[in-house]
């Protein structure tokens, strides 16, 4: 079960509601304080929380250009339109090297850390369920086909040879060293 709540307080002065998602359902509760923050960016008042940096207000200053919607449709088109890059990119390999991770993991990285910074950029938890969503989706359509089998277990015979192993020397040494210390020889 997946639950993030995002402070509906900062949308409308004075609000004191908060809308939370439970499994893609919303539900709107009553917040317990009526602490109010909101970000003025070039002397506008957003209507909602933005982080006090020239990246976070450009980011912000897009979603205040689409009014009435929530910051996390927001976050959906800003994420739907990194997605396309992502896409792009991945579309200019070669499928086969869909699977080579030194291929793609400066796109997949990159895509991360993007969904992370505008995430916090805009007040949101991260990872919330559209980010979750969109990892999953990505998977789905790039490395539902990578073999797995070079990350499989050993046979059991190396597992248990590995684990039997230290656990049989440990009584031969604390045998060493009970009979040194019987015996009173401090010599080798």
Known sequence: MSLSCQ???FLVAGC???????????TVQLLTTTTVKTTEISGHQLQFPCLNDPYCHSVCKI????PGKPPMECLSYLFDDYLHLFNN?????????????????????????????ISDC?????????VEKLFVNIHAAYFKSCPTEEFSDP????????????????????????IKTKNGDGTS
């Open 7 to 9: 402070n509906m307080g």
């Open 16 to 26: 004191t509601n908060v809308i939370c998602l439970d499994n893609d359902n919303a």
């Open 63 to 66: 979603c205040e250009d689409h």
């Open 89 to 117: 990119q991945m579309s200019s390999l070669n499928s086969t090297d869909w699977c080579v991770w030194d291929k793609v993991s400066s796109f997949y990285s990159d895509f991360s850390t993007y969904t992370e910074n």
């Open 122 to 130: 805009l007040g949101i938890p991260w990872p919330n369920s559209l």
């Open 155 to 178: 046979p059991p015979g190396i597992v248990f040879a590995l684990v039997i192993t230290p656990i049989c020397l440990i009584p031969v040494m604390v045998s060493l060293v009970v």
